[in-house]
């Protein structure tokens, strides 16, 4: 028997790898095949840019596949970017290959256009892929473009100024209110870039306004960053700020939520302070009223006093905080501190959510998950909730989707909460 030359062998069988892995397919029935079959982005501010999004390209037949182009149908009028196997298309990219059983990664960015209309506007393209033996296929690219009124240097209010806008304000680098002017906020939603927040040294009035986070698309596909603590700074009313009002506000997602300083007041009334990533509102040597208002799910405690006064009624403080299970607690309050305190729901995880001090305080008709004391002469009417309970907790509310980070604290009707007129009753 003849031997093979070793070196013959290793030359023979490179040549008929090569020759199977080089064969590309002209056949009308070829095609690629994509990890999806459209990109939907979230919506966006006008002339702001998204995250980058991006899917694959499959060859799965048993030959290569040549593509003569890929291009965006409208590239100059959509505003989408498209990046191909490391290429970039401005409106069309040439010749890409593909090897049996390999594949390519495209990314797509969006900078979305301006719109003229104050409701978010449609934005549609598609990336078509040409292939060599004439066929198309295209991936539909879609979005929202949200026109906006943007404010990109600090907004320094050093007189009196009104923003009465039906369209979102992004706020890039915070509001500062000067001692002796006033900011006055009607019908706003105001978006509030990472890091910016309002420091009031004078006063600010809000009526029907929603203080959140600018980024509107999403940690994961089942969770908004809009459900994620610590996606701004917060609101900070500064030592002897006065007449401070908040009216049918939401404070959401934020560092802090409201923290007041030495000798400043404060007024919220139906307003909601949720998802912080300290404390809800921290009052220091300052004073605050709180009427049908809910504060829930913050690191720090929901309520904080620290030689402070409050008068709180029909309000829930609801301590379920989701990031950590080192979170405070629903109400705190030192010996320095004086609380009156009606018809309010305190509840949370924990079997006590209560941290209080001192004599200074008045409780009645309500519901405290608190362990009873001896001495309930400053406690009227009131509801020692336990976990022993049938309705207690979580069980008050009417969404509690700790999956999905999604929740409701409106009082559903079976809660003894409900019953008794205790904690925010309105219907969100």
């Known amino acids: 028997m003849k031997r093979i030359p070793l070196l013959l062998l290793i030359l023979s069988t490179l040549f008929v790898g090569c020759s199977d892995n080089d064969k590309f397919s002209s056949d009308a029935s070829a095609m690629l095949e994509f990890s999806i079959d459209s990109v939907e982005m979230d919506t966006v501010f006008s002339k702001t840019s998204t995250r980058t999004y991006d899917f694959w390209v499959y060859n799965k037949g048993n030959a290569g596949i040549r593509i003569n182009d890929v291009h965006l149908i409208q590239p100059s009028k959509s505003g989408f970017r498209v990046n191909v196997d490391g290429n970039y298309v401005d409106s069309v990219a040439y010749d890409f290959e593909i090897r049996k059983g390999d594949s390519i990664r495209v990314f797509v960015e969006l900078t979305a256009p301006e719109t003229l209309q104050k409701e978010p506007q449609r934005i549609e393209d598609l990336l078509v892929f040409s292939l060599e033996n004439g066929r198309m296929q295209p991936i539909k690219l879609g979005a929202y473009s949200w026109k906006a009124l943007f404010f990109d240097e600090e907004l320094i209010v050093d007189g009196d100024m009104t923003i009465d806008e039906r369209q979102p304000v992004v706020i890039k680098k915070g509001i500062v209110v000067k001692k002796d002017a006033t900011l006055t906020l009607s019908h706003t939603q105001l978006y509030f870039h990472d890091g910016a927040g309002i420091e009031v040294q004078g006063t600010i009035k809000a009526d029907s306004c929603l203080f959140r986070g600018d980024r509107l698309d999403r940690m994961f596909p089942y969770l908004p960053y809009d459900r994620v603590s610590g996606q701004w700074k917060g609101i900070f009313i500064k030592e002897n700020s006065k007449d401070n009002t908040f009216l049918d506000c939401e404070i959401r ?143 008050h509310f009417v969404t509690f989707d700790t999956d999905n980070l999604f929740y409701n604290f409106t009082i559903k009707e079976e809660s003894p909460a409900y019953q008794k007129k205790i904690g925010d009753l309105r219907n969100l």
Request: with cysteine; hydrophobic share 30%; net charge negative.
């Open 253 to 395: 997602s934020s560092c802090a939520g409201i923290s007041c300083e030495k000798n400043s007041d404060l007024s919220l009334l139906r307003c909601t302070i949720v998802n912080c990533k300290g404390t809800g509102l921290d009052l220091s040597e300052s004073t605050a009223s709180l009427d049908s208002c809910r504060i829930a799910n913050t690191l720090g405690d929901c309520l904080s006093l620290i030689g402070s006064s409050v008068n709180i009624n029909h309000t829930t403080l609801a301590q379920f905080y989701p990031f950590s299970a080192d979170r405070g607690v629903s109400l705190r309050f030192d010996s320095e501190s004086m609380i009156a305190c009606e018809n309010t729901l305190v509840t949370g995880y924990e079997e006590d959510v209560i941290m209080g001090d001192g004599t200074s305080f008045y409780f009645e008709n309500c519901i405290l998950r608190t362990y009873q004391p001896a001495d309930t002469e400053d406690f009227v009417n009131i509801i020692w909730e336990t976990p022993k309970d049938e309705i207690q907790g979580e069980k």
